[in-house]
């Protein structure tokens, strides 16, 4: 079988897909006036059957999971039917989603019921008013009783994700918050640091605050540093003995944040990114239009490897073509 390895040894057993740039929140870092039609580029979004074809090659080059983000993947039309397909017609084992939880509540029980292995979900805070102010919605209750029904509903692999912002939710206050909503909890958390991106420079230099204040909390706290397999991905994660759940830390300005990178990205337009920052990627919705493209695509796909850099050089300030992760899926 075809493995997809790059020039530095990495392997890809992971694919992050968009599937639209569409979202329906504001977030501060990523879209803080809403989503804004790009009439720079009027391609359509990926279709169902271009998807499934990408899917199908990439599970072909050993990739054993797709993530679909955005964008909100929700707000598709077609979005339970494109989980459908793929869990069954794809060969990938295991398909994830990442959500802002809009109205999750309500469709806890359709998600519950895609067959879906694995749902992120983003809260930047778990009080109501900083959650509103951070997302420009005031729907932390929905979210918070959508994962109630999810677990309800049998559903287990539930992680939260937080962008980490200095003064909003840095605190020991937010960070106790955390910790006592994980105790009893089978969820894990992740701060994900503030990543600088071409659009967000005023708000990275006002609220970036590097990881290391979190993580000093939980060696404060008697959490344990738990080390993975080689296919775990950059996150750092933390366990103690006394909390059902885990937590976790994303630091993609940490020195070592790239050397265990097994991701690639779609974009919602078919373009291959072989990082989430620079402007290395090309499109392959050419050969996204007949099942007999298959070989082509792969050979394709396979070739772009070599061009895969050692590492986003986001220290640097270079967030390549990165207008904001909405666009690359974040
Ligand atoms: N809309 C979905 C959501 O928010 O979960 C999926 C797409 S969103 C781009 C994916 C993740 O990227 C979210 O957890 C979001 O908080 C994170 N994100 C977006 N912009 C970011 C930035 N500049 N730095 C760090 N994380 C960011
Ligand atoms: Fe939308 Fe996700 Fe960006 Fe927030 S982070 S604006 S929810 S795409």
Redesign the pocket.
Known sequence: MNILKDSFGRTFPYIRMSIT?V?????G????N??QIDRSDSRKFLHLDEIKRLAKCFSELGVRKIRI????PTVRKDFYEIIRILKIESGIKNVVI???G?HLDRKAKFLANTGLNGINI?IDSLNRETFKNI?GHDRLPEILQGIKNLQDFGFENIKING?LLNEINSTKKDFDEWSNFIQNNKIDFRYIELMQTGDNLEYFKKYHIPSKVFKNYLDENKWIYQTFGKDAGPSLNYINPEYKGKFGIIAPYSKDFCKSCNRLRITSRGDLRLCLFGNTGISVRHLLQNDNQLSELKDLILKQMQFKKESHYLELGKTGSTK???KTG?
């Open positions: 740039d979202c329906n929140f504001k977030c870092y990523c879209l803080p809403g989503y983000t955005g964008g909100e990442t959500t802002n809009y983003s997302t962008v904001n992760l909405s974040g």
